[in-house]
Each structure stands twice: as structure tokens, then as C-alpha cells.
């Protein structure tokens, strides 16, 4: 989902969180208060790896990756766009040293919450849980469909739907990262794009 034009970082998270639950303009200066505008570079890591993530961030404008490092070998787990929220969860929830890496992959507009607001926030805004329990399930079902692509699907297969279901992404994406992601090569992919195009 895109942010409206005109529309501030602030106002897009709002909408975003309405389209779960009903917010009052009291309950809305509390989760307000509590998210920090963070602006971020191109390639700089929010989380890194062994290390505990301490928030969470909503992306306003940018793209964020979940990737594992093995072997030296970047290894794409998730890709997050505008609307969007984005952490290593594991390792959030549970305050332990994150496995993952997260990255920003363009210029980003984040808007952050640390572990402890987020935990006060919850007591102020008890529907915010729902929101959460959303954002939960929705990894899940993310995570099923992935894992059930890697295993059943040609690579061809995992390209088509991945194009079909992130179309805008194709062009924003490093295409070594999307290869990642999708767990083929690079020149596996540069193979595959060119024998869609044809058909």
C-alpha cells in the first residue's frame, strides 16, 4: 500500500492501523507519541546480526530485507515495501540475539517503536494487540506460502508469483537479492526473466 499524496508519515500510519481497528483521537495521540520519525540510508542495517532487535518499524517510504548470512552468502528471507511493518520479530519478541539481518534497500521513512513503548502501549491501547495479532498472522501465512513454494514449486513458478504478487518490486529490487530470495541464482534468474518476457 502507498502513501497518499500530501500525506504525512504519521497520517499513513494511522490509515494503515484503521483499516484494523477503530482509533480514537485519544487513543491516536498515544501511539503517536511513542513512534519516532527515523530517516535512513540506502544499505544501512537496523538490526544486524547477534543482535537484539529493539524495534519495530512501519515503512512509510523505502523497502527493508530480512536476510541470513551463511557462509559468507546473503540469503533473502523476506522483502518489506511502504505500509508495511518490519523487524527481526523472533528476535523482538523475545529479546534474544537476532539470526537475521535487516537492511534497508533504499533511502527509507521509517516510523519506529522500541520494545519497552511498545509494551506500554499495549496497556494504554489494548486494540493495538489486535493490530499485532494481525501483523502475526499475516507472517505466518507469509512464511507457509514461502516455504511451501521452496519446496513445490519450479523456479519459474516461484518467479511468476513473485512478479504477479510484487510487480513493483521487480524494478526496485537488486535482481541478485530477488535470486535470493527465491532461492535460485542470479544467472538463474536472468535465464528465467528472459523466457517469461517471451511468452
Known amino acids: 500500500m502507498k502513501r497518499g499524496e ?6 499513513f500510519l494511522k490509515k494503515t492501523l484503521e483499516k484494523v481497528i477503530t482509533i480514537s483521537d485519544f487513543d491516536w495521540q498515544s501511539i503517536a507519541r511513542k513512534f519516532k520519525l527515523v530517516k535512513v540510508a540506502r544499505h544501512t ?22 536476510f541470513y548470512l551463511k557462509d559468507d552468502t546473503e540469503i533473502t528471507g523476506f522483502i518489506f515495501s511502504e505500509g508495511l511493518f518490519a523487524s527481526s520479530y523472533e528476535s523482538f519478541l523475545l529479546q534474544t540475539k537476532s539470526n537475521q539481518a535487516l537492511e534497508a534497500l533504499e533511502d527509507c521513512v521509517l516510523l519506529s517503536i522500541d520494545y519497552s513503548s511498545l509494551q506500554i502501549l499495549y496497556k494504554k491501547v489494548p486494540a493495538l494487540q489486535i493490530v499485532a495479532r494481525v501483523i502475526a ?3 505466518f501465512i507469509n512464511g507457509q506460502r514461502i516455504l511451501a513454494s521452496h519446496l513445490l514449486d519450479k523456479p519459474e513458478e516461484r518467479y511468476r508469483n513473485f512478479f504477479l504478487q510484487y510487480p513493483e518490486l521487480i524494478q526496485r529490487v537488486p535482481q541478485h537479492i530477488i535470486a535470493s530470495f527465491l532461492g535460485i541464482t542470479a544467472v538463474s534468474l ?5 523466457r517469461v518476457s517471451k511468452k
Open 190 to 194: 536472468s535465464r528465467i526473466r528472459k
Open 45 to 66: 542495517l537496523l538490526t544486524k546480526e547477534n543482535e537484539i532487535a529493539t524495534s519495530i518499524y512501519f515503512i512509510s517510504k523505502g523497502i527493508l530485507r530480512i
Open 137 to 139: 498472522e499475516q507472517r
Open 6 to 11: 500530501g500525506e504525512t508519515e504519521y497520517q
